[in-house]
């Protein structure tokens, strides 16, 4: 029976099995990998896809500078596997065994022994340079991409040149001619901005500085110092919720500090066995008894990886999404027209510019009667207020030619987001022991809260 089979099948047959089988096994391994890709975030990319990562001027396109130092709070690129893989992320801290990356508000623990190399994103004008060799210039749809890209990020310059070469070759473009306007308009605004700053005119009537200053010989005003890595950790362990069961370090050495300095607190042993027992306590069960017998002199010794949730909230809903693109500008509250309220754009999603703008917002004298940040009555937050239309509030934002509302109500989501922040915050409001006044008194922003301030938990 065997010999009276046709020989024809049984050649072809086991190739297509073959293939069958190969192309299964593919099929399996990428839906594997896109497994893993939203396990972490999304973060995870095979390696041989970079080049075509690289050529879109896309928002979320990822460029690197292998020149620079990593540090935390740098959004980075970190390859491991030897460099089959990788993770993009914002590095939160750093030791000889250890990164932690945060992806998406989800910290990943990577061991060194798996890293190839850690390296830091590119900044926007970096990132044009490499990805317009990309591009040829008759591609016309990508050019217009990279354009808006441009745009997005205040490369005014850049996008006319771009737009002018568009129109060269397609001068009927409707997409590139409203461009070109948008652009050209937004050049304008800016050499006006730059006239006024010469010649000292156009401060906000309300907010400005009480004495005139010549701008033409001022420093950039955005350039002032930001809160230290152990000022940031400090802001967090008084933020810190501890339900969450968030990752903590303490030292061996600063419990000994507890046992010795806190021995008459009730909560602290002094038997042989409690003591044992007291080194045997988790992180978190350690700094809740350092908040109940009020060890503050000790709570810089504790280090906290990653972000309470409040503050990560601040950070995603609040600084990342209308603070800094916003309201600290270099034509607002972060440029030489900020007046007495003046903000971080730099580095705008690293820890110490978003740490360093909520203090600076928590502190600051608003001169009315409601406070920047009401954290028991949020909606009453001169911050809400000023980004809500004018003829809708109590205290408008003062009529600065420019100006548009954050929220267009206080039905918006971005406004109720804001609102649910507030409420996260740890109550009751802990007084930092922080000094941090990076600019002069005469400036109205002080370097410590109102000293009037009923004594805290925390």
């Known amino acids: 029976m065997l010999s009276s089979r046709q020989p024809g099948p049984r050649r072809t047959g086991a190739p297509r099995l073959a293939r069958w089988r190969r192309g299964h096994v593919a099929l399996g391994l990428g839906i594997g990998l896109m497994v893993l890709s939203v396990l972490a975030g999304g973060a995870w990319v095979a390696s041989g896809a970079a080049q075509d990562v690289a050529a879109q001027p896309e928002e979320d ?56 190399s850690v390296t830091v994103r590119l900044t926007p004008a ?48 409707e997409e590139a001619r409203r461009l070109a306007k948008v652009v050209e308009q937004l050049i304008v605004l800016k050499e006006l901005r730059e006239q006024r700053q010469r010649s000292g005119e156009g401060e906000n009537p309300i907010e400005a500085p009480e004495t005139p200053r010549d701008r033409s010989s001022m420093p950039d005003r955005n350039n002032f110092e930001t809160l230290s890595e152990e000022q940031i950790n400090l802001i967090k362990v008084y933020e810190i919720d501890l339900k969450a069961e968030p990752r903590l370090i303490i030292q061996r050495s600063t419990v000994d500090e507890i046992l010795k300095r806190y021995a008459e607190h009730p909560l602290v042993p002094i038997t042989r066995e409690g003591k044992e027992a007291f080194y045997r306590k988790t992180p978190v069960e350690i700094l809740d008894i350092m908040f109940r017998v009020g060890a503050r002199d000790l709570y810089k010794e504790v280090r906290v990886l990653g972000q309470p949730e409040s503050m990560q909230k601040f950070r995603n809903d609040i600084s990342a999404r209308w603070l800094t693109n916003r309201c600290a500008t270099t034509r607002c509250h972060g440029g030489n027209e900020a007046g007495r309220l003046r903000l971080l754009n730099r580095s705008p999603n690293s820890e110490p510019t978003v740490y360093s703008n909520f203090l600076l917002l928590d502190r600051f004298d608003t001169r009315r009667p409601v406070p920047m940040i009401d954290y028991t009555n949020p909606t009453d937050s001169l911050l809400l207020q000023m980004a809500l239309p004018r003829e809708d509030v109590l205290y408008p934002h003062p009529d600065v030619k420019g100006w548009r509302p954050v929220f267009v109500n206080d039905r918006s989501p971005q406004y109720r987001a804001a609102v649910a922040w507030m409420r996260m915050m740890y109550q009751p409001r802990p007084d930092y022991p922080i000094e941090y006044n990076p600019f002069e008194e005469s400036d109205g922003q002080p370097a410590s809260p109102n000293p009037g301030e009923q004594p805290v938990e925390r």
């Open 126 to 173: 970096q990132r044009y340079r490499d990805i317009r060799p990309t591009i040829r210039d008759d591609d016309l749809p990508r050019l217009l991409a990279l354009v808006r890209y441009l745009e997005r990020n205040t490369l005014y310059d850049e996008a006319m040149r771009e737009l002018e070469g568009i129109l060269t070759r397609d001068p009927d473009n």
């Open 61 to 116: 396109e990822v460029s690197l500078d292998p020149s620079a130092v990593p540090e935390p709070g740098d959004d980075v690129r970190v390859v491991v596997d030897k460099g089959e893989a990788f993770f993009d992320g914002t590095l939160e801290a750093q030791t000889a065994d250890q990164l932690i990356l945060s992806i998406r508000g989800v910290l990943l623990p990577l061991d060194r022994e798996r890293v190839v």
